[in-house]
């Protein structure tokens, strides 16, 4: 246990509506991580942090914001839902001591219609 | 850029027998790697990884991977498969100066009574 909580687990919303999913951690480490995971695509990243209020983009970032104000948060933000960004939304972080390891949260299942 | 293939999107064997799933990498450092197990509806769990000591690692669950950088290979392995190995597995290439980690798209495996 990573001590990575999401929320919500799952949501559905409607085309053009914000969304925001939260990620927490309780061991205050440096990196976070935003994934989503389609089938056939395994996972891809789509914004990272290295620290409270740096971020950078990953993969897939087009249409995805994140925010970082303190270090045991991040958030990951849909300004304007699309149907494309139907997804699971996984956290990780990366524990200081174990390097490259990123360990995963619980996902969250998000449905835009 | 660094890739993932992993050979077979389906696996199905016999609880007691030999599992083989196969991981081809391409990278232009010496890259770490991972293998990742997800059960149905739940996150991901490490199982094993590699960061360049023996190439022969193990890992959780009787689980076990070769790096053969020859063949720039890393495939899993189980002598007896049981039935809670069911799940998706994912075969993940790691840069860590880059943040840059890469997941193939996953391999399900079946376990038959």
């Known amino acids: 246990d990573a001590g990575i909580t999401q929320s919500p687990r799952h949501k559905v919303t409607e085309t053009g509506t914000p969304v925001t999913l939260r990620c927490h951690q309780t061991?205050?480490?440096?990196?976070m991580y935003w994934y989503r995971q389609d089938p056939g695509h395994g996972l891809r990243l789509i914004h990272y942090?290295?620290?409270?209020?740096?971020?950078d983009k990953g993969e897939v970032s087009d249409g995805y914001s994140v925010s970082r104000s303190k270090t045991e948060d991040f958030l990951l933000t849909l300004e304007s839902a699309t149907s494309s960004q139907t997804s699971v939304y996984f956290c990780?972080?990366?524990?200081?001591?174990?390097?490259?390891?990123?360990?995963f949260g619980p996902g969250t299942r998000l449905l835009v219609l | 850029a660094q890739s993932v293939t992993q050979l077979d999107s389906h696996v199905s064997v016999s609880e007691g027998t030999p599992v083989l799933l196969r991981c081809n990498y391409s990278?232009?450092?010496?890259?770490?790697l991972f293998w990742y197990v997800q059960h149905p509806n739940k996150g991901l769990q490490l199982l094993l990884k590699?960061?360049?000591?023996?190439?022969l690692v193990k890992g959780i669950n009787g689980f076990e991977a070769e790096f053969k950088k020859s063949e720039t290979s890393f495939h899993l392995t189980k002598p007896s498969a049981h039935m809670s190995d069911a799940a998706e597995y994912f075969c993940?290439?790691?840069?860590?100066?880059?943040?840059?980690?890469?997941f193939g798209a996953g391999t399900r495996l079946t376990v038959k009574p």
């Open positions: 061991e205050n480490h440096r990196y």
């Open positions: 990780a972080i990366r524990r200081d001591t174990t390097q490259e390891t990123q360990y």
């Open positions: 590699y960061t360049s000591a023996a190439t």
């Open positions: 942090s290295y620290g409270v209020k740096d971020t």
């Open positions: 990278s232009s450092y010496s890259p770490s």
């Open positions: 993940v290439v790691s840069d860590l100066f880059n943040n840059d980690m890469r």
